[in-house]
């Protein structure tokens, strides 16, 4: 199975300011990443698919990048309601399998 | 639009079986391919298995012996079923639509909270 190794765990930042969430894949998945966003008993909800393409109706201040096994989230000019735990997922392979997730809150 | 709900039991007893049913509207599942995922305190985001747009089933391999998942094109439902519940089983499962040549889930339901307790 594809190991999905996120960082940092937990994150506090300011209103304003960027943030990265970086995840690791223990073999290359070939850009076959998503990122999911999980409000408080919400459920995930798609940000970013193929590593660095916007879903529908997301807001450009977030963006992904990256290749081979290494991936980042970037959430420019935080928002109060960016507020959630994200998740990296990976479908270059089965079994499908996500990160630990990083919980983002507000400093 | 879009929607998918699942329903089922709050609390399932240990080893018994349990049974969930995922209801889409605004999409045919005969274009989609469904999927489980289920969130746990101990292992946090679980793919579980799908059910491909022609019927045909995939398992992730910790559950393949217990977890059998199935639909009504009819109804526009999705079934869940796993046996040999734990305690460990207890989170929120849900279900997911990917697309067809689009492997990430695009929509997802509301989840349902599944407590295994005696």
């Known amino acids: 199975d594809i190991r999905m190794t996120q960082s940092p765990a937990s994150l506090s930042a300011s209103l304003g300011e960027t943030v990265n969430i970086e995840c690791l894949a223990s073999?290359?998945?070939?850009?076959?990443l998503a990122w999911y966003q999980q409000k408080p008993g919400k459920s995930p909800q798609l940000l970013i698919y193929n590593a660095n393409s916007l879903q529908n109706g997301v807001p450009s201040r977030f963006s992904g990048s990256g290749s081979g096994t290494q991936y980042s989230l970037k959430i420019n000019s935080l928002q109060s309601e960016d507020v959630a735990t994200y998740f990296c997922?990976?479908?270059?392979?089965?079994?499908?399998?996500f990160g630990g997730g990083t919980k983002l809150e507000l400093k | 639009q879009v929607q998918l709900k699942e329903t089922g039991p709050g609390l399932v007893q240990p080893t018994q079986t349990l049974s969930i049913t995922c209801t889409v509207s605004g999409f045919s599942l005969t274009s989609y391919y469904m999927q489980w995922v289920r969130q746990t305190p101990g292992k946090g985001l679980e793919w579980m298995g799908f059910i491909r747009s022609g019927g045909s089933t995939e398992y992730n391999s910790e559950f393949k012996s217990r977890l059998s998942i199935s639909r009504d094109t009819s109804k526009n439902q999705v079934f869940l079923k796993m046996n040999s519940l734990k305690t460990e089983d207890t989170g929120v499962y849900y279900c997911?639509?990917?697309?067809?040549?689009?492997?990430?889930?695009?929509?997802w339901g509301q989840g349902v909270m599944v407590t295994v307790s005696s």
């Open positions: 997922q990976q479908y270059n392979n089965y079994p499908r399998t």
């Open positions: 073999e290359d998945i070939y850009s076959d």
């Open positions: 997911a639509r990917e697309g067809v040549k689009q492997p990430y889930f695009d929509y």
